[in-house]
Nanobody, 122 residues
Framework: VQLQASGGGLVQTGGSLRLSCTAS????????MDWYRQVPGKHRELVAT???????NYVDSVKGRFTISRDKAMNSVYLQMNSLKSEDTGVYYC?????????????????WGQGTQVTVSS
């Protein structure tokens, strides 16, 4: 199973980007998909996720500016980022819990995408 993330880039303060992540491979089912980011010198942090009830949850610093969405049929998750600030600069990773077809039976594992760089210039 692979998670392929895309959509990062260089944008000016106040601009927008849309990140995409698609899971592929021998997937039985996807439990969750969410987004993390890592800013230089800091730990990786959870940016956006869904609760078990299906409601979106965000780190306080992005509330009102970022929107997470998911297309279950496409095994994809998206992150719409508006009103970007310089402090949003970092590497963004998609993250998922997935049941995978194994040799004899399915098994559950957690996967990370390769990361996509977001740079916001002032």
């Amino acid at each position: 199973v692979q998670l392929q993330a895309s959509g990062g880039g260089l944008v000016q303060t106040g601009g927008s980007l849309r990140l995409s992540c698609t899971a592929s491979g021998s997937i039985v089912s996807i439990d969750y998909m969410d987004w993390y980011r890592q800013v230089p010198g800091k730990h990786r942090e959870l940016v956006a996720t869904f609760t078990t009830a299906g409601n979106a949850n965000y780190v306080d610093s992005v509330k009102g500016r970022f929107t997470i969405s998911r297309d279950k049929a496409m095994n994809s998750v998206y992150l719409q980022m508006n009103s970007l600030k310089s402090e949003d600069t970092g590497v963004y990773y998609c993250h998922a819990g997935i049941s995978v077809f194994g040799d004899s039976k399915p098994y559950y594992d957690v996967f990370w995408g390769q990361g996509t760089q977001v740079t916001v210039s002032s």
